[in-house]
């Protein structure tokens, strides 16, 4: 069965630490993963990631992708409030379906 | 100016009730899917249709009922409501099937409640 699995499923931490999320995955006809952060309502989009050892990055945000390994990790440096959120971990199979992971929900205190 | 709006919010309803969710898109986008995230937070697609046509149809009860009048228009519609059916429905859409999926935008969430 495809599965998407991400870790922690909860983290807690101080603003100005960084974090690491970590997604693993088992799912047939590979195309692309994505990660989306969810705060109070619709997910946004962060990153599509498709070959591995390219890091992508935005801002203070960056990922990479080991599709020998079959996983992803988002890190986040220098943490804010505003980065409380729920980060979902998506696989994209074939052509048209997102396989979500369960998300990892993100408290950053002050 | 929203790009994805789904109405209501918010559904409170009896078990065995019938209720609509209604999509619409301004994106001008092909491509439009149902997701359900219950819970746990797990979100999974139920449907997706590419210029009304249906693509994904994922192991949805036939209780649960998609029309796209038009490809700026995805409706659920969902009969005999079910406790189990309570979650969050998203509405998203996408610039071209099969390709671009980071372009996927999602609608604010319809909370429903089967009590």
């Known amino acids: 069965e495809d599965k998407v699995v991400q870790s922690p499923l909860s983290l807690v931490v101080h603003e100005g630490d960084t974090v690491t999320l970590n997604c693993s995955y088992e799912?047939?006809?590979?195309?692309?993963l994505l990660w989306y952060k969810q705060e109070k309502k619709a997910p946004t989009f962060l990153f599509m990631l498709?070959?591995?050892?390219i890091e992508k990055k935005s801002g203070r945000l960056s990922s990479i992708l080991d599709k020998k390994e079959l996983f992803s990790i988002l890190n986040i440096t220098a943490t804010q409030t505003g980065d409380s959120a729920v980060y979902l971990c998506?696989?994209?199979?074939?052509?048209?379906?997102?396989?979500f992971g369960q998300g990892t929900r993100l408290t950053i205190n002050p | 100016d929203t790009a994805v709006s789904q109405t209501p919010k918010y559904l409170v309803t009896q078990m065995g009730n019938d209720k609509s969710i209604k999509c619409e898109q301004n994106?001008?986008?092909?491509?439009m899917y149902w997701y359900k995230q219950d819970s746990k937070k797990f979100l999974k697609i139920m449907f997706s249709?590419?210029?009304?046509?249906?693509?994904i149809n994922e192991t949805v009860p036939n209780r649960f009922s998609p029309k796209s009048p038009d490809k700026a228009h995805l409706n659920l519609h969902i009969n005999s409501l079910e406790l189990g059916d309570s979650a969050v429905y998203f509405c998203?859409?996408?610039?071209?099937?099969?390709?671009?999926?980071?372009?996927?935008?999602f609608g604010s969430g319809t909370q429903l409640s089967v009590l």
């Open positions: 498709t070959s591995s050892g």
């Open positions: 998203a859409s996408s610039q071209v099937w099969a390709v671009s999926h980071e372009k996927l935008f």
């Open positions: 998506a696989v994209l199979q074939g052509a048209q379906k997102l396989v």
């Open positions: 799912v047939t006809n590979f195309r692309s």
């Open positions: 249709y590419n210029n009304k046509e249906l693509i």
């Open positions: 994106l001008g986008h092909d491509t």
